[in-house]
C-alpha cells in the first residue's frame, strides 16, 4: 500500500504523527522508533498523550530518512553525523566572520586547482 504524501503548510503549527509520517513517506511506528533513538526528535504530546510535530521535527524526522534510507547511515552513524551537523551550525552562527573567510580560502584552493 503506497504511503500519501502529505503537503505542509506554514500557517500550521503542529501535525498529528499521521500528518508526519505521510510526510516523511514513513509509517507512524518508524517515528515512534525513531524518537526512542534520536534524542532530537522531540514532539510534544497533548493532554491525552497524542504526538505533535512542529515543522522543525518534520525537516529533522526528512534529515535522519536521507542518512538512513539513501546515504545508508547506521542509526549510531546518523546519531553522529546529526551531531556533527548541530555543531557546524552552532560553530557558524557564533562566527560568520571566520565562517566567511573559511569559504574564501576553499575558494581561492578551487581556483588553484583549477588553474
Known sequence: MPVERLILTPEKRYY???EAAAA???KPYVLRFWEGEFSEIRPTRTRSGQRLYTAEDLETILLIKTLLY???FTIPGARKELARRK???ERRDADPAGLLEE???EL???RKLLD
Open 108 to 110: 581561492y584552493a578551487i
Open 87 to 89: 555543531k557546524d551550525k
Open 70 to 72: 539513501d546515504q545508508k
Open 16 to 18: 498529528k504523527i499521521s
Open 24 to 26: 516523511a513517506g514513513v
Open 103 to 105: 569559504v574564501r580560502a
